[in-house]
């Protein structure tokens, strides 16, 4: 840690730095503070431009003209208009790169593909399959790589689902707002809650349980027999001291037992379609109800999170649609937290007191 902030420091004396964003596990507890301040402060800054586009000075050019590969092998919505809203905002161009309009993967190799872009592009923002992919990019870049989704990881979702809880703090349990126990993020606070998961081991949820507990919330997760969280995953959350605060069970009710937040994600992701009809069997009982967060012992004002796109047998419409749900705040909080990240890694001076945000540098 100490060599990471004194690597930090000295760079931000030369201007910034080139850094990647592969997983929240590689964001130090005052790196993840601090994204999430620089999000809030964004967030109010903008609070009536975002549909009109107009950024504030000195948004416009943090940036400065800077061309932003957008690398998506799998479809988006969210994560997609976000980044190309947030890059355009800030001052640069999106590239947008689909599998049908470059050659990677046709007549040539991922390492092949990077390295072009390292030379043409000043950062890659990449939606890809297997995590190895974000890696080999990294691996074969001098530009910052940024995780948009892996089958492993997604950390700018969870960025924004922290951002969303903060945001939020005054619908939950008086009781577990005491302001001894919060931790600040400029004027906001995150209370020291419980975030209960109901559903399949998702990248989301192992973002979450690598960054969640680091900054005082506790974890209760609930997946079938067989859908658990993979051992990769397991070993970061050993590495960075977060067991302790995590529950695994297979039973839904006892994971959403006092909890304050309750998410889930998809079953059934991009890819895993043949499995359908399997997963559909193992994953009876789990969607997210009133009736179960009820039987479970919920708290009273518990909210609940979904990243989307959402499937009825995920969660119910009374839930989804009904005031408990945070989750259209929860898409636009994507924006702001996008926006976070580059500014960390092209604007690291930004905000109050952020000589730097500690993201994992390069090898």
């Given at each position: 840690?100490?060599?990471?902030?004194?690597?930090?420091?000295?760079?931000?004396?030369?201007?910034?730095?080139?850094?990647?964003?592969?997983?929240?596990?590689?964001?130090?507890?005052?790196?993840?503070?601090?994204?999430?301040?620089?999000?809030?402060?964004?967030?109010?800054?903008?609070?009536?431009?975002?549909?009109?586009?107009?950024?504030?000075?000195?948004?416009?050019?943090?940036?400065?003209?800077?061309?932003?590969?957008?690398?998506?092998?799998?479809?988006?919505?969210?994560?997609?208009?976000?980044?190309?809203?947030?890059?355009?905002?800030?001052?640069?161009?999106?590239?947008?790169?689909?599998?049908?309009?470059?050659?990677?993967?046709?007549?040539?190799?991922?390492?092949?593909?990077?390295?072009?872009?390292?030379?043409?592009?000043?950062?890659?923002?990449?939606?890809?399959?297997?995590?190895?992919?974000?890696?080999?990019?990294?691996?074969?870049?001098?530009?910052?790589?940024?995780?948009?989704?892996?089958?492993?990881?997604?950390?700018?979702?969870?960025?924004?689902?922290?951002?969303?809880?903060?945001?939020?703090?005054?619908?939950?349990?008086?009781?577990?707002?005491?302001?001894?126990?919060?931790?600040?993020?400029?004027?906001?606070?995150?209370?020291?809650?419980?975030?209960?998961?109901?559903?399949?081991?998702?990248?989301?949820?192992?973002?979450?349980?690598?960054?969640?507990?680091?900054?005082?919330?506790?974890?209760?997760?609930?997946?079938?027999?067989?859908?658990?969280?993979?051992?990769?995953?397991?070993?970061?959350?050993?590495?960075?001291?977060?067991?302790?605060?995590?529950?695994?069970?297979?039973?839904?009710?006892?994971?959403?037992?006092?909890?304050?937040?309750?998410?889930?994600?998809?079953?059934?992701?991009?890819?895993?379609?043949?499995?359908?009809?399997?997963r559909l069997e193992a994953f009876k009982g789990y969607q997210v109800t009133e009736a179960l967060c009820q039987a479970g012992g919920a708290e009273p004002n518990w909210q609940f999170l979904?990243?989307?796109?959402?499937?009825?047998?995920?969660?119910?419409?009374?839930?989804?649609?009904?005031?408990?749900?945070?989750?259209?705040?929860?898409?636009?909080?994507?924006?702001?937290?996008?926006?976070?990240?580059?500014?960390?890694?092209?604007?690291?001076?930004?905000?109050?007191?952020?000589?730097?945000?500690?993201?994992?540098?390069?090898?």
């Open positions: 840690m100490a060599a990471l902030a004194t690597a930090a420091a000295s760079a931000s004396k030369r201007g910034p730095t080139l850094r990647n964003l592969l997983t929240l596990a590689d964001v130090s507890v005052e790196g993840l503070q601090r994204l999430l301040t620089s999000a809030a402060e964004i967030n109010r800054i903008t609070p009536t431009k975002i549909r009109a586009l107009v950024p504030p000075a000195p948004m416009d050019n943090w940036l400065n003209k800077k061309a932003i590969a957008l690398l998506f092998s799998k479809r988006s919505t969210r994560t997609r208009v976000a980044a190309e809203v947030a890059i355009r905002r800030m001052g640069g161009s999106p590239v947008f790169l689909a599998p049908d309009d470059i050659q990677l993967g046709v007549n040539e190799s991922l390492a092949d593909t990077a390295q072009v872009l390292n030379q043409l592009v000043q950062a890659i923002f990449a939606r890809v399959g297997p995590h190895s992919d974000i890696e080999a990019l990294a691996a074969n870049t001098t530009i910052p790589v940024i995780n948009a989704l892996s089958d492993l990881w997604h950390p700018t979702q969870v960025l924004a689902d922290l951002l969303t809880i903060a945001d939020s703090a005054a619908r939950f349990n008086a009781n577990a707002s005491s302001t001894e126990q919060q931790i600040s993020l400029g004027k906001k606070h995150l209370p020291p809650l419980t975030v209960a998961w109901v559903g399949d081991s998702t990248n989301v949820l192992h973002d979450m349980l690598v960054s969640f507990p680091r900054l005082g919330l506790k974890m209760r997760v609930a997946t079938p027999k067989g859908y658990g969280t993979p051992e990769p995953v397991m070993a970061r959350i050993r590495e960075l001291g977060c067991a302790d605060s995590i529950v695994f069970t297979h039973d839904p009710q006892e994971a959403v037992h006092g909890a304050n937040v309750v998410a889930t994600d998809t079953w059934i992701s991009m890819g895993q379609e043949d499995e359908k009809a399997a979904h990243c989307l796109p959402r499937k009825a047998e995920e969660v119910d419409d009374a839930v989804f649609y009904g005031p408990r749900s945070l989750v259209f705040r929860e898409a636009h909080n994507r924006l702001p937290t996008i926006q976070a990240v580059f500014a960390a890694i092209f604007r690291p001076a930004f905000g109050v007191a952020q000589p730097h945000y500690e993201i994992k540098q390069k090898e």
